[in-house]
């Protein structure tokens, strides 16, 4: 969370000219409701649920650029499904991601002591974004367009 997935995603579609969707965006859609509140009233589990379906729907679905929400690839049918895409690692540390998510709000995993729930995520987290990614891009002391940037270069070059 606040890897800038979602802002670069877009920003990478619309340099390529392809859709660009955002699993959570697809999961509110379907639910009518904020993922915040899917957490609240339904619990996590339910929205887990949401997030497998709509991320197995996209991925047959939808061409172009997909964004996923943080938790996705912990789920392992997930992570099968991704095999074979190029899947992007946006790597942030932890004080820019506490800057960027701020008080948390609308990220109900962070809600509490945001600084020791982002660390935590990051620690438990890291290897399996690292064991799916095609490839890993820094992006603390980056604008959004420099990670953009960097990864249409790496992704056009043969
Ligand atoms: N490279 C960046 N540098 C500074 N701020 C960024 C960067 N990427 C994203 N942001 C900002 O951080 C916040 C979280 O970005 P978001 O795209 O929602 O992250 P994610 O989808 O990974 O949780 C947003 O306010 C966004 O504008
Ligand atoms: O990391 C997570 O488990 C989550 C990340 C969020 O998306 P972003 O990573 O786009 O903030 C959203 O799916 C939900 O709040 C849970
Ligand atoms: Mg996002």
């Known amino acids: 969370m606040g890897a800038g997935k979602t802002t670069v995603g877009r920003l990478v579609a619309a340099r390529l000219g392809v859709g ?6 697809v999961v509110e859609e379907r639910a009518g409701k904020p993922v915040a509140d899917i957490f609240v009233e339904d619990g996590e589990a339910a929205f887990r649920s949401l997030e497998r379906d709509a991320v197995a729907w996209l991925l047959e679905h939808h061409d172009g650029v997909l964004s996923l929400g943080g938790g996705a690839v912990l789920d392992p049918a997930t992570r099968e499904l991704l095999a074979g895409h190029r899947v992007v690692f946006l790597r942030v540390g932890l004080a820019e991601a506490v800057k960027r998510v701020g008080l948390g709000v609308g990220r109900p995993l ?3 002591n945001v600084r020791s729930r982002v ?3 990051l620690d438990e987290r890291t290897p399996v974004y690292q064991g799916l990614a095609r490839l890993t891009v820094e992006t603390d002391e980056r604008t959004a367009e420099q990670v953009a940037d960097e990864i249409l270069a790496a992704l056009q070059s043969p």
């Open 20 to 25: 660009f969707a955002d699993s959570d965006h």
């Open 110 to 112: 962070l809600l509490g």
């Open 119 to 121: 660390k935590q995520l």
